[in-house]
């Protein structure tokens, strides 16, 4: 195994190693993807699963917990208005500048998690809804930040590097998704 390999036992995996991309299609109805990695000019960025639940104490001093599930979410708040983004950018624009809303803001959104050798990795697909939160910002570029709201239809599967050498270079290859059977 090549020493840069993110492994789980021994190490601990490089923040490099969970990929996230979104469709740039736009079109949940579609059987294809065109998947972007995000992540450039991007810091910090985490899925907050915001879990809902709820305590709740009755007069016989008994404590119930009600676990409502999770309504996940991203937040990009570091991306650079860029033309070459090329898809991405054009719809985020769009998104935007005309104030869009339902069905024209849903696209899905794949996880890759590159925890071992191989060109095969655990993914995951999911419907989700994309909103710009503000456009402009500060002097250094444009920016629109972003929101990432999960929507449901989870999908777990593979993602698969054709032509991946080093596990480290996954960031550089787009995957294709296959659905677990």
Known sequence: MPENTPTLLGRKLKRSAHLFYIDTGF???????????????????????????????????????????????????????NPNDGA??????????????????????????VDKTGTEFDAWVEEAVIKPQSYGGAQGGVRIPYNV???????????????LTDTDKAKTITPTFAAAS
């Open 27 to 81: 079109d949940i109805t579609s059987n294809t993807y065109a998947w972007k990695l995000i992540g450039k000019d991007v810091e910090d960025m985490s899925i907050e699963l915001n879990p809902d639940t709820e305590t709740v104490k009755n007069i016989l001093d008994e404590t119930t917990v009600n676990d409502n599930g999770y309504e996940p979410s991203i937040s990009v708040d570091t991306y650079f208005a």
């Open 88 to 113: 991405f950018y054009t719809k985020l624009k769009d998104i935007a500048m005309n104030r869009l809303t339902g069905d024209a803001c849903r696209t899905r959104v794949m996880e890759v998690l």
């Open 149 to 163: 709201l999960f929507d449901g239809n989870r999908t777990q599967g593979t993602a698969t590097y054709t032509g």
